[in-house]
C-alpha cells in the first residue's frame, strides 16, 4: 500500500492538511511514524511534511529557551547553550537515531520512549501550536493528557531557562550506553537559602505518558537536598505513577527501584 | 502513484521512482540495485541499515525516501576505491570483526561517520558510536577493536 506524501512550506498549512485529512499523519524525523508505514498500517493515507525554517529554530535568550519541534536530538547536542539537556538528547538510541528523533516527536512516543518529554514536563515547557487559523499555546501537562484525543500540530515548545545545576536527569536502562528506559527521572529543584522552591519532578516509562511526581514534589518543597531532607519525597515517589508490564521491566520492579534512583538524582551533586 | 527523487549516491547522480511512503532502504536496494545496504527490522532498532546522509549516520528503513531529494547518500558499496578496501574494512577483515556479516554494513558506516567527524576517538566514543547497531554473534570486541584500529592508521586515507 502506498501512501500520499504531502509537503507545505508553512507549518500552519501542514496543520490545515492535517485537520482536514481523516488519515493524514505528519512526519518529522519518522523514527515512529515510518515504522508503522513500513508495517503497511490502512489508517494512514497520507503523510504531511514541513518544510518551515521555524520549525528547526532553536533560540536561547538569557530567561527563555524556544525549540522548534523539527530540532533533533543531534542539534541539541551540538548546541552548547543546551548543555543541560545534552544528557537527556544523548539517551534518545544511538547516533543515528539521534541525527532523525525529534522534539515533537518524542512527544508523542509511546512508553517506555518519550524521556525527552519527561525532562520537558520537569521544565513547565509550554507547547506551541500551529492550526489552521493560527498559533494558540498548551502547557505540556494537559496535551500529554489528551495527547491520543488528537491535537493540532506542535510548532515548538518553549520553556524557562533552568539556574545552573538546578536541572537533573538520569536514565535507567539495562543496556549501556543505549537501552530503553526502565525508568527516567527530570527534575527541577530550584534552591532558596539551600532549601528547595518550587520543585517538578517528572518520570519517563512510570505511566501511558511522562507524568509528575506531584507528591515527591510537596514533599520536598522547605526541605534541603540531605539524606534527611528529601525521605518525605522518597517514601511518596511512586504516588501517582501508572507503570505497566513489558518486556524491559515489570510495573512491580519500576515501583521498587523508583525511589532508589530518585534518591541519587537528588543527592547527586555537580550535574546540569 | 511514484514520485521521481534525484540525489548522490556515493558521489555519483542518481534518480529513482519511488512509491508514496516509500523508505530510502527500499529505494537504495529495489530502485537503483545498491544491495550492499541491508535491511533488518524496517523498525529503526537494528542498525544493519545506517548510511551517512550528508555526513550524518541515518537508519535508511526509517527515512522516508522523498526527504533524501538533492542529499549526499554514502553507502558500504562506496566504501573501497577500486581495488584498495578502506582501512574500516580493512580492519574489520584483520580483527575479524564480521561473523555472519549481516550487522557489518551498518557498522562500518556508523564507524564512517565517528571517523569522519573524529578521527581519533577513545574507546567510549567508539562505543557510542555503535551502540544504535545490534551484532549477535561478535560481543562486539572485534568490531571495538577494528574501529580502534582503522582510527590509529587512518592517516593513510579518509574516503
Not at chain 1, 57 to 66: K, P, Q
Not at chain 1, 91 to 101: L, Y
Not at chain 1, 152 to 165: D, G, H, I, K, Y
Amino acid at each position: 500500500m502506498t501512501v500520499t506524501v504531502k509537503t507545505f512550506a508553512r507549518l500552519t498549512d501542514a496543520a490545515g492538511a492535517l485537520s482536514t485529512e481523516r488519515g493524514a499523519r505528519f512526519l518529522a524525523g519518522g523514527t515512529l511514524v515510518m515504522r508503522v508505514v513500513n508495517e503497511a498500517d490502512p489508517t494512514i493515507t497520507t503523510l504531511v511534511r514541513s518544510t518551515d525554517p521555524s520549525f528547526l529554530n532553536v533560540a536561547v535568550s538569557a530567561g527563555r529557551i524556544e525549540l522548534g519541534a523539527g530540532v533533533t536530538m543531534a542539534a541539541i547536542l551540538a548546541e552548547r547553550e543546551l548543555a543541560f539537556l545534552h544528557p537527556v538528547a544523548r539517551g534518545v538510541g544511538g547516533p543515528a537515531v539521534r541525527e532523525a528523533a525529534t522534539v515533537g516527536g518524542n512527544l508523542f512516543a509511546p512508553s517506555p520512549y518519550g524521556d525527552f518529554a519527561a525532562a520537558l514536563l520537569a521544565l513547565d515547557a509550554t507547547l506551541i501550536l500551529a492550526g489552521g487559523h493560527g498559533q494558540r499555546e498548551l502547557p505540556l501537562e494537559e496535551f500529554l493528557g489528551r495527547r491520543d484525543r488528537g491535537v493540532s500540530l506542535v510548532a515548538s515548545v518553549a520553556f524557562r531557562r533552568p539556574a545552573n545545576e538546578a536541572f537533573r536527569f538520569a536514565k535507567v536502562s539495562r543496556v549501556h550506553p543505549k537501552g530503553l528506559s526502565i525508568l527516567s527521572i527530570a527534575a527541577h529543584l530550584p534552591l532558596a537559602s539551600s532549601r528547595v522552591s518550587g520543585a517538578r519532578i517528572a518520570y519517563g516509562a512510570m505511566s501511558r505518558t511522562a507524568v509528575r511526581a506531584k507528591a515527591a514534589e510537596r514533599a520536598l518543597e522547605g526541605r534541603s537536598l540531605d539524606a534527611a531532607g528529601i525521605a518525605p519525597a522518597l517514601a511518596v515517589a511512586a504516588d501517582g505513577t501508572a507503570p505497566v508490564d513489558d518486556a524491559i521491566a515489570s510495573a512491580w520492579w519500576r515501583r521498587e527501584i523508583l525511589p532508589v534512583h530518585l534518591r541519587r538524582l537528588l543527592l547527586a551533586t555537580g550535574q546540569g | 502513484m511514484k514520485t521521481p527523487i534525484q540525489f548522490h549516491l556515493n558521489g555519483e547522480d542518481v534518480a529513482a521512482f519511488a512509491d508514496g511512503g516509500a523508505n530510502l532502504l527500499d529505494v537504495l536496494r529495489e530502485a537503483l540495485g545498491d544491495l550492499s545496504v541491508k535491511g533488518g527490522c524496517w523498525q529503526g532498532t537494528c542498525g544493519t541499515c545506517t548510511v551517512l546522509i550528508d555526513g550524518a549516520p541515518r537508519l535508511s528503513c526509517v527515512t522516508l525516501a522523498e526527504s533524501c531529494a538533492g542529499q549526499s547518500i554514502e553507502t558500504v558499496a562506496g566504501l573501497r576505491r577500486g581495488p584498495d578496501l578502506h582501512p574500516l574494512q580493512t580492519a574489520f577483515m584483520e580483527r575479524f570483526a564480521a561473523q555472519c556479516g549481516y550487522c557489518t554494513p551498518g557498522m562500518l558506516m556508523a564507524a564512517k561517520a565517528l571517523l569522519d567527524r573524529n578521527p581519533n576517538p577513545t574507546r567510549e566514543n567508539v562505543v557510542d558510536a555503535i551502540c544504535g547497531n545490534i551484532c549477535r554473534c561478535t560481543g562486539y570486541e572485534p568490531i571495538i577493536a577494528a574501529i580502534l584500529d582503522a582510527a590509529s592508521g587512518a592517516g593513510r586515507r579518509r574516503a
